[in-house]
């Protein structure tokens, strides 16, 4: 009898338990995107995540004019269609500051709502 009166206050307080809840990325629209277009304030667009790659603009391998010709715009094809290492994705989330809102998306990733 002790075993299920320990089983339902362990039950109970686990029922009570107030879940920590991830906050929301930032939603922003192509056009909130498109005033960051320069090389002092570069944010592109990729599979409906927004990133601001000012800082990573002079370390880009292949230059700076690259990003600059897709700063603030939907760079999905054009990182798509260059070969990008595991690491080019990976170094792009230090740079995450957002997502599309809903009804701009293109892509319907799970993994990338929160």
Known sequence: M???????NLQS????????????????TLKDVS???TE??????IRDRVYDLTDFMQEHPAGSDIMLEYAGTDATMAFADK???LDAWL?????????????????DDSDYSS
């Not at 002092?40 to 667009?45: G, Q, R």
């Open 2 to 8: 002790e075993f299920f009166q320990v089983f339902n």
């Open 13 to 28: 307080k686990l029922l009570n338990l107030t879940l920590v809840q991830i906050p929301k990325r930032k939603q922003f």
């Open 35 to 37: 005033a960051h277009c």
């Open 40 to 45: 002092t304030d570069c944010w592109m667009v």
């Open 83 to 85: 070969p990008h290492s």
């Open 91 to 107: 170094i792009l989330e230090k740079y995450l500051v957002g997502e599309l809102v809903p009804e701009e998306r293109m892509f």
